[in-house]
């Protein structure tokens, strides 16, 4: 079992900034990619960035450029967002893919990005 705390989200101006922190406890050991997603109203929960155990990512193609995905000792991720848009507001949570026992998917309790024209 994992145990994903986001923070970090809140409102802010087009063009400016926000960093998402999530801090993973309990089976870190057991965790291979951790990843990023949002769910805007209306939509479906989509990925944002997604990193691996061995550093390599992967980006929506929306955020390309402006989003960074970085992890550290391999249980806390980050995501630094910069030039947000109005269209990046949504419900971002913190996922974790889990290898052996407990497999799976495992999710935080979100975090709100509200990003205003």
């Known amino acids: 079992q994992v145990q994903l705390v986001e923070s970090g989200g809140g409102l802010v101006q087009a063009g400016g900034s926000l960093r998402l922190s999530c801090a993973a406890s309990g089976s870190i050991f057991s965790i291979n990619a951790m990843g990023w997603y949002r769910q805007a109203p209306g939509k479906q929960r989509e990925l944002v960035a997604r990193i691996g155990s061995g550093g390599n990512t992967n980006y929506a193609d929306s955020v390309k450029g402006r989003f960074t995905i970085s992890r550290v000792n391999g249980r806390n991720v980050y995501l630094q967002m910069n030039s947000l848009k109005p269209e990046d507001t949504a419900v971002y949570y913190c996922?974790?893919?889990?290898?052996?026992?407990?497999?799976?998917?495992?999710w935080g309790q979100g975090t709100q990005v509200t990003v205003s024209s």
């Open positions: 996922n974790a893919y889990i290898v052996g026992i407990g497999k799976g998917d495992y």
